[in-house]
């Protein structure tokens, strides 16, 4: 993951919960390896460690179905 494009990256979190499945990273904060990405289908704000986002079995990059 390069963290130098992660802001506006797509992400497919793999367990959906209430039809959120697609987000894009809004911000990143280095100090606290922390992301600000926002659903796709509903505009809802949400924070994640990068260590979450890096981890295959919850996130996967870019959009699939």
Same mark, same amino acid.
């Given at each position: 993951? #390069?963290?130098?494009?992660? $802001? &506006?990256?797509?992400?497919?979190?793999?367990? $959906?919960?209430?039809?959120?499945?697609?987000?894009?990273v809004?911000? /990143?904060?280095?100090?606290?390896?922390? $992301?600000?990405?926002?659903?796709?289908? #509903? &505009?809802?704000?949400? /924070?994640?460690?990068? #260590? #979450?986002?890096?981890?295959?079995?919850i996130?996967?990059?870019?959009?699939?179905q």
């Amino acid at each position: 993951m #390069d963290i130098k494009h992660l $802001v &506006n990256s797509k992400w497919t979190h793999l367990q $959906v919960e209430q039809r959120r499945r697609h987000f894009r990273v809004l911000s /990143f904060s280095k100090s606290k390896k922390r $992301v600000e990405l926002i659903s796709i289908i #509903d &505009n809802s704000i949400h /924070f994640h460690s990068l #260590d #979450d986002l890096k981890n295959p079995e919850i996130w996967e990059s870019g959009w699939s179905q």
